[in-house]
């Protein structure tokens, strides 16, 4: 009898086994589905968005809003409203300094090219002095050409640090595209054409200008 019962139970189990292995078999293992999350959202590119963008408006929208550097400095310091209103951003964030887009054309009289942050001083007006100092990079400091932009808000990012990255890609590729190609050596006397953008702040001894075109002319 107990050799019985156990032969049974052996056979119960058996049959358990095969019904259970043609269950599994009978089924398909599905991922789990994965809910969509900051961390699936695309990339933040902002080098690849200014980019994008320079050519069809950044550019053709710095021509159309600067002015002489001489008139809009001359503005800037009296009417700084005024001058933003003219020459600057009027969608700015009601905080920020007003950032205006100019021309400088000039001789240049200084240069400091052995730093990254490398710069030449341009006189505008023919008197011998330096009126603005333009950054030629690599390294360049501020924001100025995307505050002068109206299309660009900081509403329009996720965060104060992705609008902080946006700005300083536009000085990045205002570098590879036009400042890397500039001459280095013997600027002392060449003429220069700039257009870019600046912010009047205290402590400078020139306004700082950041270009996004910038031409030097032959060695005299």
């Not at 209103?85 to 205006?100: H, I, L, V």
Request: net charge positive; with cysteine; aromatic share 8%.
């Amino acid at each position: 009898m107990p050799n019985r019962l156990t032969w049974l139970t052996r056979f119960t189990g058996m049959m358990l086994a095969a019904l259970v292995g043609l269950g599994l078999s009978a089924c398909k293992i599905l991922p789990t589905p994965v809910a969509q999350s900051e961390n699936n959202a695309p990339a933040f590119k902002p080098d690849k968005m200014v980019e994008d963008i320079w050519a069809s408006k950044v550019i053709p929208y710095l021509k159309q809003k600067a002015g002489p550097f001489a008139e809009v400095h001359a503005l800037a310091k009296t009417d700084p409203a005024a001058a933003g209103a003219k020459y600057g951003n009027p969608r700015k964030q009601a905080n920020s300094p007003w950032t205006f887009a100019v021309r400088v054309e000039g001789k240049i009289i200084a240069a400091n090219t052995q730093s990254r942050a490398a710069t030449m001083d341009i006189d505008v007006d023919g008197d011998g002095k330096a009126d603005a100092r333009v950054q030629i990079g690599p390294a360049m400091r501020g924001t100025a050409l995307r505050d002068s932009l109206d299309f660009v808000q900081f509403n329009d990012f996720t965060n104060q640090i992705d609008f902080a990255q946006f700005g300083k890609a536009f000085n990045a590729y205002a570098d590879k595209a036009v400042l890397s190609k500039l001459p280095r050596e013997a600027l002392e006397g060449r003429a220069a054409k700039v257009i870019g953008a600046y912010t009047i702040e205290g402590g400078q001894d020139l306004p700082l200008v950041t270009p996004a075109e910038a031409e030097i002319g032959p060695k005299p």
